[in-house]
């Protein structure tokens, strides 16, 4: 059997980040193509850490994310998406330094996110709470409309909410 080299990741340096506020830490993560930004979710903090990986700095925060979880970048529309979860909503905003946040509220626990450019939309899978039957729900969202287009309850399964996310169109 051949064997298939892959590369290695090594470190090659830090970036200081700011300080946690409280319990917790770090989330789920994605890069602006364009910038090479690296947009991160701080769910200690509230907020969104946007760093250069290049220079090795930590650049600038987008405040005001309770409880955010996810962050997804859309290099086509140009957008960067969170998902709050203390708040239940999730936030859509531009790359950049202090940009205006628009939220959206979506249910319980927002979670997963993915979108749709060309029918300018997004899917959102909120990961609900025990106490709250059929709060386990995916929910799209109409960027345009700025409003949930369409919700439904999901079986709350480890793993259905990767297969259904993946799926190039929703809805």
Do not use: C
């Amino acid at each position: 059997m051949q064997s298939i080299s892959s590369p290695v990741l090594r470190q090659i340096g830090y970036v200081a980040l700011p300080e946690h506020r409280a319990s917790g830490g770090f989330d789920h993560a994605a890069v602006h193509a364009a910038s090479g930004h690296v947009y991160v979710a701080h769910t200690a903090n509230d907020a969104v850490d946007v760093f250069d990986p290049v220079s090795q700095r930590h650049l600038y925060s987008v405040p005001q994310l309770r409880g955010v979880a996810g962050v997804l970048v859309s290099d086509e529309a140009q957008l960067v998406i969170s998902s709050n979860r203390a708040e239940n909503t999730i936030g859509i905003f531009g790359p950049g330094p202090d940009p205006q946040v628009s939220k959206v509220a979506v249910g319980v626990r927002p979670n997963g996110l993915a979108y749709d450019h060309v029918h300018r939309q997004i899917l959102v899978a909120n990961v609900g709470d025990p106490a709250i039957p059929g709060s386990h729900t995916l929910a799209v969202v109409a960027i345009d409309e700025g409003a949930v287009r369409a919700e439904s309850q999901w079986p709350a399964a480890p793993g259905g909410q990767s297969s259904i996310l993946r799926r190039r169109r929703f809805m």
